[in-house]
């Protein structure tokens, strides 16, 4: 089965899978947000609002009892590393815009997202030719690594099978 969330105040929305985290639904639908501890339970900077739908929720984890409280969490407040979807149903979420600022460091995709929207059409453009240029350079060094790397195995093939043969003998035998 499905949940249908929606993420505010961006308005994001969409269906995901019963059985992810909200964190991990907010990751797939592009909505930017901070996991300070990695997903352990250790920080807040993950705490969401549930607007809409909390009873479509796993009940709160130890951490969450422990580093929100009891207060916080009959205010429908819960960290989005540890509220897991587990029934059908819509599910309304409010991503405060700490918890979206935490996540938008510097040269992070969102971040500079943001910078090259701002950037003048000029720039954005030059910006992208040395980026296609960085990319050329890549590719064509992986091509050219590639055949190396194969010629250097059958170098060392024949140069193996070579030393193991006895005068006399043929290789291979």
Do not use: W
């Not at 599910?91 to 950037?119: C, D, N, Q, W, Y």
Request: hydrophobic content about 40%.
């Amino acid at each position: 089965m499905s949940v249908e969330i929606t993420f505010q105040p961006a308005g994001l929305s969409g269906l995901v899978a019963e059985g992810i985290y909200i964190s991990a639904a907010a990751h797939r639908m592009g909505v930017t947000m901070s996991l300070g501890c990695k997903g352990v339970g250790d920080c807040t900077t993950c705490q969401v609002s549930i607007l809409s739908g909390a009873e479509l929720l796993s009940t709160p984890t130890e951490a969450e009892n422990r580093i929100l409280g009891f207060e916080r969490l009959a205010q429908q407040y819960r960290l989005a590393c540890q509220a897991r979807l587990e029934r059908s149903g819509e599910l309304i979420v409010h991503v405060s815009p700490k918890t979206e600022k935490a996540a938008h460091k510097p040269g992070e995709a969102a971040g500079m997202r943001k910078e090259f929207g701002e950037l003048p059409l000029d720039k954005k453009i030059k910006t992208l030719v040395q980026l296609e240029a960085i990319t050329m350079y890549e590719a064509l060094n992986a091509v050219i690594d590639k055949p190396l790397a194969m010629g250097e195995k059958v170098f060392d093939r024949i140069f193996f099978r070579s030393a193991k043969t006895e005068p006399g003998k043929k290789p291979g035998k």
